[in-house]
């Protein structure tokens, strides 16, 4: 084990600051950190994306070898993940409210994982408006069904900056109101017209299998609306 794990700091130690990807099957499951998140999507969709990284590396990803795997399961269905650009993703459908998701990793000759998961929160929707301004256009987001989840506001476009806001339950009135001129929007951008996606996500934190050395593992509803702006 400690051998392991020394060949891992020095496999990091070689990569310098560029992200690389090492097969698993010499890694032992406590040397893997696992960062798991399942997406209920207002169609009941839903995705999941799993990344396995060495501890506490943020740039040395693990490519599952040798036949070892990750499965998610819902509801008494289970879908095997497939390798994405350093992640696994699955797709499951009818993510209902209380559903528990489980994520397995089947593992040779190091201990199995089986026992992450996280219930899906309660659903809302999501209305995005905008009122004209003789100063500042303002933009406001609602949603229903006021929550004590975290819940984070994402915004998304190729005329601003990727930005988020993050509040807890406490904070949640159901409604987020801002400025247009609160946008990050990119020096860059021309003024010509822009879609904008704002996401909102209601997560709630699950639970990681013990045999991991570390990570975590959410359940999030995620609706989106869509704006345009322009100079």
Known sequence: MKLAKLLNIALVALIGTACTSIDSENIPTDSMTANIKISVHDSGNTDVQATLRIEDSALTYLDLTGGEHLTATMGGRTTRLVPGFFDYRGFLSDGLAGHQVRIGL???????????????????????????????????????????????????????????????????????????????????????????ELT???????????HFYGGTIEACQVRSDYMQIYK
């Open 200 to 210: 909102v996500e209601r997560c709630r934190d699950g639970r990681l299998d013990p």
């Open 106 to 196: 089947n593992r040779n000759q190091y201990d199995d994982a089986h026992d992450s998961y996280a219930t899906v929160p309660t659903p809302f929707t999501l209305r995005v408006t905008t009122h004209p301004n003789e100063y500042d256009d303002t933009i406001e987001l609602r949603w229903n069904d006021r929550t004590r989840e975290k819940t984070r506001i994402k915004a998304d476009g190729h005329c601003i900056r990727d930005e988020e806001w993050k509040f807890q339950s406490w904070n949640d009135t159901g409604r987020l109101t801002m400025a247009m001129s609160q946008l990050p929007i990119r020096s860059s951008w021309s003024g010509r017209e822009c879609t904008i």
